[in-house]
């Protein structure tokens, strides 16, 4: 036999009363298992596996990461915002004429790219 081969548990003998069997299987036949991977899935649910533990070390470890991140995202905010107010200040200070000048400015290049290609 290769070491390859998937392992069997070995059998388990369970002796119970006979209107139990009758209810396992009625049961097992309704969820479309055998008598076996019923009784497994019922010893399951009354004993679930415990939940593995975290370190004190593993939750230091998650809050000092979190801490970065935190300054990161504050850092970006922060560099956002100036971007942003820059460019507020700089369309604050622009004036309806120089916007005027700058559409005729425009207007004029787009004439000339016109009569080039024509």
Same mark, same amino acid.
């Given at each position: 036999m290769s070491d390859s081969a998937p392992k069997q548990e070995a059998p388990y003998g369970l002796r119970m009363p006979p209107d139990l069997k009758a209810r396992v299987?009625?049961?097992a036949e309704a969820?479309?298992?055998s008598m076996n991977a019923e009784?497994?899935?019922a010893l399951d649910e009354k004993f679930p596996r415990p939940e593995p533990e975290i370190s004190d070390e593993?939750?230091?470890m998650f809050r000092d990461r979190l801490r970065i991140m935190d +300054? =990161?995202?504050r850092e970006i905010l922060k560099a956002v915002t100036e971007i942003v107010d820059a460019y507020a200040d700089?369309?604050?200070k622009d004036t309806m004429g +120089? =916007?005027?000048k700058r559409l005729k400015e425009l207007q004029g290049q787009?004439?000339?790219n016109l009569r080039s290609k024509g």
């Open positions: 299987k009625a049961s969820n479309n298992r009784i497994v899935a593993t939750i230091q +300054e =990161r995202n700089t369309v604050k +120089e =916007r005027l787009y004439e000339a």
